[in-house]
């Protein structure tokens, strides 16, 4: 008996290695829920790696709860105050600081949920140094689609996402011929204003815009989902993960955000994946792919869901998905741009200084004026980024 005990330890201990994890925006919405699902497979998990812009005070309790090996904050003002808190813990500061915890050789997994394109820098570092990385930072992908999976497939490096409508995506296509593919189907829910008619859109605050009916999320992606931008941002992030042409990438509303995705193929059979609207289940599925635990996640009981509605996206109210294909579709530097020009208009929203009207007339205007760079470098997207943040924010104070 005693034996038999002990070859159960030895067999756990030979197969089922602790995972070194580092989780680069753990402050945030996807951060924060990520450490709940790790908190929930502490057999499997050790929290190696923590991150933060600015927000000292979440850092601090997370470093007391988790007791990682290194923290990253970008804000000087920050660093020195965790500096002076915990005098023994490794910290590091920056973008630099990201990139070494990223290539840190005891680290086997990077979570990524940071938000903005600058996300990149540390993801390239953790392929670079052969680590499995999960990806909820979709702006990075946007920005930088070509030149990051050019660098997984030289580095055969494994990238899994995140984000609920990819995930989705690739459970329905997992394992399946991506040629017998007819359209992959992405649900939006449509945000706080589907149902509000277009010339109420003139009043629309702040408050309004943050509150999404069904999922809790930073104010960034929160201001993106009611434009649909963010739904745009996933066709582009689809378009690049699984190299599958933008003609077949199709959104419709689904008010219900009980199905996260679909996948229909050439002989009419539609795979769907279904669950309750909890981010704990996408980042779970990105960390223990392709092994499955239980979780934290309410089931589904299709009997009180009751329905599930489908509707068109109407263009009219919502041209913030439309400039995403045509992003896409002109190619090279233009969805970065797209992606930078949002990030300003949004955070431009957010402190008061536009209308949410005017978000994809700003786009509109940034996007034609736009030189665009075919096959762009790394640093070719750079500069783009740049340009578009400058004249963007000139555009909007113009205005
Ligand atoms: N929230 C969702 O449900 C959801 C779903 C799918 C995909 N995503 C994607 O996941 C990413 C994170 O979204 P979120 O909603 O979790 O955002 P969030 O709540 O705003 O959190 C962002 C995190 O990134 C950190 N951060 C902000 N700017 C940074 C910078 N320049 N450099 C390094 N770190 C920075 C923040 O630190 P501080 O706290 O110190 O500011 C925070 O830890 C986004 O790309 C979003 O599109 C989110």
Redesign the pocket.
Known sequence: MHRCRVNVILWFLENVKMENIAI????????TQTLDVVSSLKDRFKVYGL?????VE?LREQIKKFNPEIVVI?EETGYKELKKDFPNLKILRGIEG?CELAGESRLDTVVN????S?GIYPTLEAIKNGKKVAI????AIVAYGEILMEEISRNNATLLP???EVVAVHQCLHNRNVEDVKSIILTASGGPFINVHKEDFKSISVRDAVSHPT?K?????SVDSATLMNKGFEVIETHFFFRVGIDKIKVVIHPQSIIHSMVEFLDGSILAQMSVPD?RLPIQYGLTFPERFPSRVEFCNLVEVEKLEFKSVDSDRFPCLGLAYSAVEDGGTVPAVLNAADEVAVDQFLTGNLPFTEIPEVLVHILKNHRKVDRPTFDEIVQSEKWAKTATLNFIRQK
């Open positions: 680069l925006g753990s402050t945030g919405s996807i951060g991150t933060a812009n600015r927000n979440k970008i990201l949920a940071i938000v903005g600058s909820a930072n979709k702006e995140i984000d609920s999922w999320m930073g104010k960034k992606i981010m």
